[in-house]
């Protein structure tokens, strides 16, 4: 059977349909137990006869969820990625920052009743300062989860991305596994180990900087700062941008080179009429395991990835719509200075999202191109 790979989805679901029955082109499928720390009921795949096992085998038993339960249910696949539900998230954080909008609805409580009697500049003074304390120490504890996470994903990319170069070598595609444990593995340690290095100090001068101009009575400085943050968002979304182009052009030419040498070999099989007919039906029924070892790897990496970045994400999210239904119920009481210092905390969680969502989004990117898209 010769295989296309340029036909990546349809040619994957075949051979997961195939790997279901237990044989593909000659190489045995026996299923393995899964790991402690794996989703119960995902088991992993591993084909006997193919080279180097002993390296990427580690990476499929760590996925969360395994090939098969890709093919046969996408969506309960993607449900057995999130540790817990939904509304176990949404109540860990409403339970960080309780604190925070009790402090805000008494705030509001003592302007309504004594409008009359006080003066409103000094309670919206005291409710925006208030506010931003409380709400200080878990904005930084959610940026040092996200340090720490970024620094578990770069140890495990410098371990993954080398043996997943090696199988897409292996395979035939020489230009791919370079550009994988090269451009692309740079670009990904770099930018985590960025993330780690300066969004906790970039978030503590932020903060500080909202709160010294919300607080004051210069009602521009607080635009200002909401600018500031905003900027460096759309900095962050042209960024990942320019990143997706230059990482589209390289797997672009690394497929061109790959299957220009791929038609190479077999001219130059074909050339000799019984024995490169021999060689070419081996090597075919090689590159088919290969392809299957490509697309489960490529599939537990995302897998094992994806169940940690949710958790991660959705608490940011979480985080992001408190603090703008906060935003809308300070507008509603009056309180303007709060309602900016809370307009800035926002605009800084929106960074932290656009950064992770940064990271995950090209790893994501450039992995499903390498298995779907292959030259070998």
């Not at 906790?200 to 909401?226: E, K, N, V, W």
Request: aromatic letters at 10%.
């Amino acid at each position: 059977m010769k295989i296309e790979y340029g036909d990546g989805l349809r040619e994957c679901k075949k051979m997961l349909m195939m790997a279901k029955a237990g044989k593909r082109d000659g190489y045995l499928l026996e299923g393995m137990a899964c790991p402690g720390g794996c989703v119960a009921g995902a088991g992993t795949t591993t084909l006997s006869g193919i080279p180097g096992a002993e390296q990427w085998q580690p990476y499929l038993e760590q996925s969360p969820v395994s090939i098969s339960d890709f093919a046969d249910a996408p969506l309960d696949a993607l449900k057995k990625l999130f540790h817990g539900s939904m509304a176990a998230a949404l109540q860990e954080t409403l339970r960080g920052s309780t604190d925070a909008l009790l402090f805000l609805l008494l705030a509001a409580l003592l302007s309504f009743l004594t409008s009359e009697t006080t003066n409103g500049e000094l309670l919206d003074l005291i409710a925006a300062g208030g506010g931003g304390v409380l709400l200080w120490s878990k904005l930084l504890t959610l940026a040092e989860q996200l340090c720490a996470q970024m620094g578990e994903w770069r140890g495990f990319l410098l371990g993954f991305l080398p043996v997943y170069a090696g199988v897409l070598t292996m395979g035939g595609e020489t230009a791919a596994g370079s550009a994988a444990s090269g451009f692309f593995l740079t670009i990904l340690c770099f930018l985590a180990q960025c993330l780690t290095a300066f969004v906790r100090p970039l978030l503590q001068c932020y903060l500080a900087l909202s709160m010294a101009c919300c607080i004051s009575t210069d009602h521009g400085l607080a635009a200002f700062c909401q600018s500031t943050g905003a900027l460096l968002r759309q900095a962050l979304h042209w960024a990942g941008k320019f990143l997706a182009l230059l990482l589209g052009l390289q797997r672009v030419t690394a497929l061109q080179l790959d299957r220009a040498a791929l038609r190479t070999g077999q001219l130059l099989a074909g050339s000799v009429p019984i024995v490169g007919q021999t060689l070419s039906d081996v090597s075919e029924a090689f590159l088919a395991g290969i392809q299957l070892l490509k697309s489960g790897l490529g599939l537990a990496a995302i897998a094992f990835l994806g169940a940690e970045f949710f958790p991660l994400y959705l608490g940011i999210v979480f985080q992001l719509a408190l603090l703008c239904g906060c935003s809308l119920f300070c507008s509603l009481t009056g309180n303007i200075r709060c309602k900016a210092l809370l307009d800035c905390f926002a605009e800084a969680v929106r960074c932290m999202a656009a950064a992770t969502a940064l990271f995950f989004g090209l790893f994501i990117m450039e992995t499903v191109f390498l298995f779907l898209a292959g030259g070998g």
